[in-house]
């Protein structure tokens, strides 16, 4: 054989790059997380077969812009003729397999060679790799082209064990040579690794991850170094935090903290967890890792049990990772409980900041739900309370299955002190309705609009009589609305009308709404189902005789003003309840208001021009 041979990989190196670049991974730095993965992956096995080995890892940058060279140096166990060919003309194939089923088995290893010394290609036009392996022999010089080629050349020096790999910057990749940059993403892939990774730039040189933290192996040790965490948290995550929650698994091969979010965030909001594989981070954004209820965190996971995707920058949705998402929430639940039962001043500022992560756990669990019951928030007709400053006075909390139900009666029920809760809001109404079984004390009972008026008196028989005909013409105007008018005094006396509706009545305004702007065929359709419910669907308009509107409507003499004055209450009352009007109910208010400017322009005129 000559001193150098030329051989060729066996796969489309090019069509490689290509899917590597633009499909398999997110970013080209990650080729950055590649190479240090090999060099981790080269230091663990040589420190297998010696225990007294401490192996480093090494970066230096020369040049500056396009003359860039990038070169990773490790001590670990370094490869032979024979594992170059293996595993790096074979993609795919890795030398830290143990067998055909590399992929699947578990190691303790990160990566796999071969695809990841590829990722290279995204940043440089050729990979120079120098090894010595700590089995002996001479050490080599791999050189690998994008043309599908690449050369091994034997050196007459023996050298250390190791690997060296040089790259140099490929055009338009300059900012993926730039040293504070490589820096940062050194230390994003490398903070939690066991090895010193040091980095070299010029003169300067300083080890990136040298405040690995001690208590990796035990999260709960976490507890006694508060400050540390938090600093981790800030540096790692770019947010700074007050308290955080120590993670692990009942197996203990997964574990993190779970830092808690210093403000509040929406329920649909991404979780970002960052999670690392063998210490080595794999995902910046990983949204599978906890339960959907922990949106409340931000966390800093390690594990070596779950199985990476082919990038490396997400884990296969199987079993497993189920099973660790599960014990992870029962950490933060764990430790959630703790704090009601110790600390629940730190557990209520918590609940204060993330009421609605709070609630979709607990009706998740309802004895979580017992623990932390009375310090949830809930939206009132008393204005925002804890459950306990509800439950002060033994007063009946009535609640509502909706915004809009809650808007119809707020008026009313806050004038007859009732105490209604506003259950619009997601999962408030499903643990006001459970709050019973957590709380002996608590009596909850659902309430909808057409209840309000149990509370509303009756007018005298006199003034039924008296308002008799007036009654007539307002239930003949609203005929066509299919809404009946119920003449009522109740509080408070500012509200002159109440208008409410049974389901069947709301199912017809639902459908007749649909009708006005579906296509022909549908409406036959909705037709017949409207048909269906014409005979109970009817509202009610409660109009107030407390209300001096009402009063001076009702003592009037002229019929038309009359039945327009009550139309126009109808609308005002569709509007306050906050219900969505029709066409036809849109053109009575916009007629009504120019009934009225004709009969004001008329009655001025009438008087000459002049007004008192």
């Known amino acids: 054989m000559s001193e150098s041979d030329t051989y060729r990989f066996q796969v489309n190196l090019s069509g490689m790059i290509n899917i590597l670049s633009n499909h398999l991974y997110s970013n080209p730095k990650v080729f950055l997380r590649e190479v240090l993965q090999n060099a981790v992956d080269a230091v ?3 420190s297998q077969q010696d225990p007294t080995y401490q192996g480093s890892i090494h970066l230096e940058l020369t040049g500056t812009g396009a003359g860039s060279t990038l070169m990773i140096e490790d001590d670990g166990i370094g490869l032979t003729r024979e594992d170059v060919h293996e595993f790096l003309a074979m993609i795919g194939q890795s030398s830290k397999r143990g067998g055909a089923d590399a992929f699947t ?9 071969g695809i990841g010394l590829l990722s290279c290609f995204m940043v440089s036009d050729e990979i120079v790799m120098v090894t010595q392996s700590a089995k002996g022999g001479k050490a080599l010089e791999w050189r690998g082209n994008p043309d599908g080629t690449y050369h091994i050349r034997e050196l007459e020096t023996e050298l250390s064990p190791g690997t060296k790999v040089y790259l140099r910057c490929k055009p338009d990749c300059e900012m993926y040579y730039e040293s504070e940059l490589l820096q940062q993403w050194i230390y994003d892939y490398g903070a939690l690794l066991p ?3 040091t980095f070299r730039d010029g003169q300067t040189q300083r080890i990136v991850n040298d405040q690995r933290p001690l208590w990796l192996d035990d999260p709960e040790r976490a507890r006694g170094h508060r400050e540390e965490v938090l600093q981790l948290g800030q540096r790692l995550l770019g947010e700074k935090f007050q308290d955080y929650i120590p993670l692990k698994t009942a197996s203990g091969r997964t574990g993190g903290i779970a830092f808690i979010l210093p403000h509040s965030v929406n329920l ?7 999670v690392y594989l063998k210490y080595m981070l794999v995902s910046e954004k990983a949204e599978n890792i906890l339960p959907d209820w922990a949106f409340f965190v931000k966390s800093i996971i390690w594990t070596d049990e779950l199985q990476p995707t ?41 609940i204060q900041l993330h009421a609605l992560s709070m609630k979709a756990l607990a009706v998740e669990d309802t004895s979580f739900f017992q623990i932390i019951y009375r310090w949830l928030p809930f ?37 007859q002190s009732l105490l209604v809760v506003n259950g619009g809001y997601v999962y408030d109404a499903e643990l006001i309705a459970l709050l019973p079984e957590v709380c002996a004390e608590a009596q909850t009972e659902r309430l909808i609009p057409e209840d309000v008026s149990l509370a509303f008196t009756d007018i005298t028989a006199d003034e039924r009589k008296q308002y008799y005909e007036a009654v007539r013409y307002a239930d003949v105007a609203l005929q066509r609305f299919r809404c009946q008018i119920q003449l009522k005094r109740f509080k408070p006396e500012d509200l002159p ?23 022909l065929a549908l409406t036959s359709v909705l037709q017949s189902l409207s048909s269906s419910l014409q005979e109970s669907a009817y509202s009610t308009l409660y109009l107030n005789i407390n209300n001096s509107v009402v009063e001076r409507i009702f003592q009037a003499k002229n019929e038309s003003m009359i039945v327009v004055a009550i139309e126009m209450l109808y609308v005002n009352a569709l509007m306050m309840g906050h219900y969505p009007m029709n066409r036809q109910e849109m053109q009575v208010l916009n007629q009504g208001i120019v009934r009225f400017l004709d009969w004001g322009l008329s009655a001025n005129n009438d008087q000459g021009g002049h007004t008192e």
């Open 44 to 46: 663990t096995a040589r």
């Open 105 to 113: 088995q578990e190691t303790s290893f990160i990566g796999r060679f």
């Open 195 to 197: 090895y010193p990774i």
């Open 268 to 274: 649909n909001v991404k979780k970002s967890n960052r």
């Open 310 to 350: 082919a990038s490396r920058e997400h884990f296969y949705e199987n079993e497993k990772l189920e099973q660790v998402r599960q014990e992870l929430g029962d950490s933060i639940r764990a430790e959630l409980l703790r704090m009601a039962e110790y600390d629940p001043d730190r557990l209520q500022r918590i």
């Open 379 to 415: 939206e009132t007709t008393y204005g925002r309370r804890k459950v306990h400053e509800l439950m002060a006075d033994g007063q009946k909390m009535y609640y509502t299955t909706s915004l809009d139900e809650y808007r119809q009666i707020t008026h009313v029920a806050s004038a």
């Open 497 to 519: 009308a109440l208008f409410t509706l049974s389901q069947e009545a709301s199912d017809l305004r639902s459908i007749e709404t649909s009708k006005s702007v579906s296509p």
